[in-house]
């Protein structure tokens, strides 16, 4: 009898997983897919909105490891917007979570250019077009710069200082001296390998 009862048991946990598991990979697609049908302005957008539906909808994530995902998306090669939903959808649901995220993310573009480009001479010179597009871009920048403020303020309010002059340092070198993003990536992520190691072998002594 304990045998089965305990059998029982553990079918229904199982149960219960996949279900949960066919239930996060739905919410993960149709997110994916609003957010990528409505987002204007490329991959940064799309980001900040996807820290919006996993970080404070769905809580899914928390802003640390939010952060961390868009540090990734951002370093590795390809589009910010398609990396993010990898690194999203495999954290919350592995390499099936990682397919669906992505299939929601590309379908809207996919099949939203392939209708403009069909059509592209007809509105390429419309004035019309060309305000809505300009309007776009003015929201497109607040919508970035609210949620780097938020995120950025997480990071303040740890007082690393380290963190904080990491921060000031790549601010500077991107907006002040124009230096590339992938250099300051590099150096960032170099500065971060050697506070690991440096922090393990102070945890060892």
Not at 21 to 39: D, N, V
Request: charged fraction near 15%.
């Amino acid at each position: 009898m304990n045998y089965e009862s305990s059998y029982e048991s553990i079918r229904l946990r199982r149960g219960k997983l996949v279900k949960n598991k066919k239930s996060i990979l739905r919410k993960l697609f149709f997110s994916c897919l609003y957010l990528s049908t409505f987002t204007f302005g490329g991959g940064y957008v799309i980001v900040t909105l996807m820290k919006k539906k996993f970080v404070d909808d769905y809580h899914w994530i928390d802003e640390n490891e939010m952060l961390d995902l868009v540090a990734i998306a951002q370093s590795s090669p390809g589009p910010i917007a398609v990396n993010g939903a990898i690194v999203i959808g495999y954290k919350l649901a592995g390499i099936l979570g990682a397919v669906t995220a992505i299939l929601g993310t590309i379908i809207p573009p996919f099949l939203i250019i392939s209708v403009i480009s069909v059509g592209y001479h007809s509105f390429s010179d419309s004035y019309f077009i060309s305000q809505i597009l300009e309007g776009m871009q003015a929201g497109v920048g607040a919508v970035i710069a609210s949620v780097v403020y938020e995120m950025g303020v997480g990071i303040a309010q740890e007082k690393d200082k380290i963190s904080l002059l990491i921060m000031a340092g790549a601010f500077a070198a991107s907006c002040v001296y124009k230096i590339n993003v992938v250099y300051i990536i590099i150096v960032c992520g170099m500065i971060g390998v050697i506070r690991t190691f440096l922090s393990k072998k102070g945890g060892e002594k």
